[in-house]
């Protein structure tokens, strides 16, 4: 049977999950091998170096680089408070005396008789990684972090902003293409991961922030809306690092387009379970896309050990075939679903004048298109 090979976004109502979870420097893993760990636990931790701050000792005290040590109170090495003298001069008239004293809290790392230079370096910063998901922790790097396993319903985004979030799952709509309003926000939606629908404008949004909403799963998203709430036009580097309060997952694209009739049919299944999102997304090399992740807590059993096996879903990608779902991705049919009814081996003939390899793709309503494979993304189940 004839395959395409095209990337795709996974949508899966039981599947093994593996999550690294790994430092950004050496330092102290928490947990052990088997241990069950829930989303919130620190698993690994570590300090970053505080900020440098050079002092010109020399300068502010008139002496020479050579004699610099004559005139510190404190040694490389030592702790020091702010506004805590660091060097003094030792005048015979007490009132020419000149001093330095140290701009921050910290220790004294350096200092140089030949530039007349101290530096000093901030106390260092506490790093902490939790688990992110419920689950089991099946290896530890030492040092370095772990790789935590789970039994979980497991849905990708097509584009996402926001970190790392973990709350209750609600859905705030009927139907895969109502739109949630702001007026049926209330202190309800408070901590939730919420569904709202096709589309979720700017207004709704901010209420949505100010309500407490810990993150937004949405169809369709107004490019428009994603500059007024960010300040700036978003970069083709990852996303997942921006401050708005709040995560928000696209499911299907840009404009108002109804989230995946599978994709909205497994968020209601799961309703009101414990879920984990992040809003991370890199569409250039190195591929990254936003994940919805809801594990299955009543397969995590006494002996630290999962019921099911399920699938990796790191796993390497397989083509399509026919009777595969997909998404456009480009228009004029930008965000239709179908199936791929079938997949001609020759290039064919399409509007723009160019010969390309294509897919034969049938909708719900019955019609067919002929669609470039450059312009679908698989639905992988």
Known sequence: MAHAYTPGLKVSEKVRVLKKRILPLIGKVLVNKNDVVSSDM???????????????????????????????????????????????????????RATCVSPIDGTVETISSITGQVLLREKPKPVQVNAHIDGRVVDTIENEGVTIETTATYIQGIFGIGGEVTGELKIGVKN?????????????FRDKIVVT????????????????????????????????????????????????????????????????????????????????????????????????????????????????DGINTENNQTGIKIGDP???????????????????????LVETGSKLRVLEIKFPDGSVSIVPRANIEAIEQ
């Open 197 to 308: 629908g096709a589309f979720i404008d700017y207004e709704t949004l901010k209420k949505a922030i100010d309500v407490g909403i810990k993150g937004i799963i949405v169809g369709g998203f107004d490019d428009g809306t994603l500059k007024r709430i960010l300040g700036y036009d978003i970069g083709v580097a990852i996303t997942g690092t921006e401050s708005i309060g709040i995560t928000i997952i696209i499911t299907e694209g840009f404009g108002k387009i109804e989230i995946a009739q599978k994709t909205f049919d497994l968020l209601k299944l799961r309703s009101g379970e414990k879920t984990s999102i992040n809003g991370a997304t890199q569409i250039r090399a190195g591929v990254v896309r936003p994940e919805i992740i809801i594990p299955y807590l009543d397969e995590i059993k006494a002996d630290n050990h999962l019921i099911s």
């Open 176 to 188: 895969q293409s109502d739109c949630l309003s702001q007026n049926e926000l209330d202190e309800s």
């Open 42 to 96: 620190v698993v690994a931790e570590t300090a970053l170096p505080g900020k440098v701050h050079s002092i010109n000792i020399i300068n502010k005290l008139g002496i020479s680089p050579g004699r610099i040590n004559e005139y510190m109170l404190k040694k490389q090495g030592d702790t020091v408070k702010k506004n805590e003298l660091l060097a003094e001069s030792k005048p015979w008239l007490k009132f020419l």
């Open 326 to 348: 997909i998404r456009i991705i480009r228009n004029p049919l930008f965000g239709k679903i179908g199936v791929v009814n079938a997949l001609p081996t020759d290039p064919q």
